[in-house]
């Protein structure tokens, strides 16, 4: 069983998209506002809708605090997107608008 996340979250050097986190990333997260009320399981994870966002899944903020590369390549992952390595917080900003433009 896991929590529910409603934004992205870095624990360590990883960073998690919104959705269903297991219980030891969750014990590490110190701001209960980052949390769905209540609890969730895997089964209840959003759904992926026909682009292969998942629902309810907004990008990171462009930004202050969550606007890293961690969070946008993520993010661009989840999105189905090729990320490089070395590319950096802007170049995926770009690579995501670029896809958001071409598929709208």
């Given at each position: 069983m896991g929590?529910?996340?409603?934004?992205y979250v870095t624990v360590g050097a990883t960073t998690y998209p919104p959705g269903v986190v297991p219980d030891e990333v969750a014990k590490e997260v110190t701001n209960?506002?980052?949390f769905?009320?209540?609890?969730a399981s895997p089964?209840?994870?959003?759904?992926?809708?026909d682009t292969g966002k998942e629902s309810g899944a907004?990008?990171?903020p462009r930004a202050g605090k969550g606007s890293g590369v961690d969070a946008w390549a993520s993010y661009a992952k989840a999105?189905?997107?090729?990320?490089?390595d070395d590319a950096t917080r802007d170049e995926l900003i770009e690579l995501v608008d670029q896809h958001n433009s071409t598929n709208s």
């Open positions: 929590k529910k996340l409603t934004a209960p506002k980052a769905a009320t209540g609890s089964a209840e994870a959003p759904d992926a809708d907004g990008e990171p999105l189905g997107l090729e990320v490089k």
